[in-house]
DNA sequence: AAGTAAATTGTCACATTTGACAATTTATTC
DNA sequence: GAATAAATTGTCAAATGTGACAATTTACTT
């Protein structure tokens, strides 16, 4: 009975549009108007679907993470087949922009505003503890002699590398810095 | 004649206040209101000073940059006396947080919104770009044997380690994320 | 075709942000 | 103390952002 609800769809598609305008213009620049032109919407089904605007960047938060975690987690299961250290750095620092390229923008954005979200910031701060451990799982096993504790520097540094090479993507760097940093993070597995 | 001119410290009282906004909410988040109160001034003067919102922006990333190059060649000069392995880690991953630390979350706020500001957007990269070379010319001062191309790879990859950890600081990581810095840190200085 | 649940649009009031300019106050020089 | 240059404050209009709710349209069920 009753028109069929396109809740779900609706919400994934504005968190979509949200998440494009935090990449573009920051967390605190992205108004609800901005969000709704993206989307191809009226600013009214924003608060329709998904509340006021602190409801929409709770949403977005919840969801970056949650992608975040599945895909990290679905790559990392592949590296089953090939070399994992090749798979490691292709995943950390990727040569040709996919889709988590914009990703890590969006969580820099939340990064920066956390001071005004205190669950966002938690949100986020355990997803880059459980990513670096998770990382630090993956040099282990390829390199299981090595100390647990010499894996976990080696992760951090790791994804310092790879979290900075993409917040650093507005600057639009020359491609030499991106192979740079794909080198160095080859050395430091291989090093391990 | 007439009343004597504040206009330069004025100015500079005002892209202070600019900044510490910057790094608390964000370049967008930034109101002139905020502005005015962190100065302690009245809105109107900032308009007197320094012109409109984006003449502001403007400001503030040529004052931060200029700031920024006069710290990192002064801390660099200063590395002719002691250890200048254990230096350049101090400069680049401090232990605790002195003048600088603030400032690169000023960084990363105008690097978030340089898609708006391509004037910024270039001053930003023009200064990273620099500041990696002369990473890049410590480590051969340091290990005069080892190949130019090498000290700039490992200078990038010490310069996202060290951006990298202080972007994060919203976060407020434990200490051992730092710790662990630190000692990637040595390590790539050491096996350089 | 009637009923109904949900989508979608429209609109109003309120607060915030910004830009511009006029008016006033203050300190210095002659 | 008169003239003057600059600081400082005050005010107003325009634009934008936000929250809340009413009204309408759409698609499905029976």
């Not at 390199?143 to 100390?147: D, G, L, N």
């Given at each position: 009975m009753g028109r069929p609800s396109l809740a779900e769809q609706r919400k994934a598609e504005i968190l979509d549009a949200f998440g494009r305008c935090v990449a573009r213009f920051g967390l605190e620049g992205s108004t609800l108007e901005h969000i709704a032109e993206e989307a191809g919407m009226k600013r009214s089904i924003l608060r329709h679907y998904l509340g006021n605007r602190d409801d929409l960047v709770h949403s977005l938060a919840r969801k970056v993470i949650a992608d975040y975690r599945g895909i990290t987690e679905s790559s990392l299961d592949t590296f089953?087949?090939?070399?994992r250290s090749t798979n490691l750095v292709d995943f950390l620092l990727p040569t040709q922009a996919f889709g988590s390229t914009e990703q890590l923008l969006i969580l820099e954005g939340l990064i920066g505003a956390s001071g005004k979200y205190p669950r966002v910031m938690k949100l986020v701060r355990g997803y880059v503890e459980d990513f670096v451990d998770l990382v630090a799982q993956q040099l282990k096993l390829i390199?299981?002699?090595?100390?647990r504790s010499r894996c976990w520097d080696t992760a951090y540094a790791l994804v310092c590398i790879s979290f900075n090479q993409e917040s650093l993507q507005?600057?639009?760097?020359?491609p030499k810095y991106l192979k740079a940093a794909r080198k160095m993070a080859r050395d430091l597995i291989k090093n391990i």
């Open positions: 089953r087949d090939g070399n390199s299981p002699e090595t100390a507005p600057l639009k760097l020359e």
